[in-house]
């Protein structure tokens, strides 16, 4: 199911709705960078679609959100413990009383782990600022000359800046600032970042249209349009282990926002290109000659083994 959200700053959308608008976010953008068809795939365009119910993972990922960018009452409204297996007359009874009271029911050693992490997270001295003295969740939407309909959602929006939350499992075990650099890396994070950063100026136009909804603080907004320089900021934190955390800035004049620049109007293009070809109806399908392999188009390890 698709929805169309006006272009606008959206200070109160409902973050299923903003996921059900084919305008294109960073995770779009980016999926289109590696492969049109398992966007299209993965699109609520697609009937068959695989189910966007969220995974226990996602769940406990947003739960993290909360906590951080809202504190801990917000997520303490928003979700609460239990003790027995949803498959159990104890466990259905207790997740009954929890949506009664409009919550989200977490096993209880993630909401108690989500606890501790939230205030080490929030009790970083040096990242005080990073989730205070904004607004979280905020969500844009705008349209190029050229027609295309692009989308961003800040975790936390704030005057000079707009601040991510990303979760990291270190898996290898390896330097923990080396982890979260990698995973930048890995995740073409830089795309994320110089998308929204368009997103970021694109909000000037529609504050002075009046395109602006839900509650805000209209003073804060106006000296947020008119910062002249604003930062993207990454906090990663580990989510398995210590909740440690380590955070990175891109500011103007960065060469990796130049990069995300690159990437964002390849992935345009590409989605132009296949939506050209086959349009929004029907599955997108790579079509490629058969070509003759060469030695030099396998990996350096498997070249070594064929020589």
């Known amino acids: 199911m698709t929805e169309y959200i ?46 966007q119910e969220p995974t226990a993972s996602q769940i ?3 739960a993290v959100h909360k906590f951080v960018l809202e504190g801990r009452d917000a997520f303490e409204r928003a979700y609460g413990p239990t003790d027995f297996s949803g498959a159990t007359k104890d466990g259905k009874a207790e997740r009954a009383v929890l949506a009664d009271l409009g919550k989200t029911p977490l096993k209880r050693e993630d909401y108690e782990r989500i606890l501790i992490s939230g205030q080490m997270i929030r009790a970083n001295p040096h990242l005080a600022e990073a989730f205070a003295n904004g607004y979280p969740e905020v969500s844009i939407f705008w349209t190029r ?32 600032v080396e982890a979260c650099r990698r995973s930048l890396a890995d995740y073409r994070y830089e795309v994320q970042a110089s998308h929204y950063c368009e997103g970021r100026e694109a909000m000037a136009a529609l504050l ?24 993207a900021v990454f906090v990663f934190w580990q989510a398995d282990n210590s909740p440690i955390t380590w955070a990175c800035s891109l500011s103007p004049g960065n060469p990796i926002l130049e990069a995300g ?25 790579l079509v490629e000659p058969v070509s003759e392999l060469d030695i030099n188009d396998l990996p350096a390890w498997s070249q070594a083994r064929a020589a």
């Open 145 to 176: 000359p050229d027609g295309t309909r692009l989308k961003c959602r800040f975790d936390y929006l704030k005057i000079r800046a707009f601040s991510d939350l990303k979760s990291i499992r270190n898996s290898r075990g390896i330097d923990f």
């Open 261 to 285: 620049r690159r990437d964002i109007e390849r992935a345009i293009e590409r989605y132009k290109e296949f939506v050209g070809r086959f349009g929004l109806n029907e599955p997108w399908v």
């Open 6 to 51: 006006a272009d606008g700053i959206y200070f109160d959308l409902d973050e299923a709705a903003y996921h059900r608008d084919l305008a294109l976010g960073s995770t779009d953008l980016r999926k289109l960078l590696r492969s049109p068809p398992d966007w299209w795939w993965s699109s609520p365009l697609n009937p068959v679609a695989p189910s």
């Open 208 to 231: 002075a249209s009046g395109r602006v909804f839900g509650e805000h603080d209209a003073e804060w907004l106006h000296r947020a349009v008119s910062s002249p320089e604003f930062a």
């Open 60 to 62: 406990f990922g947003r």
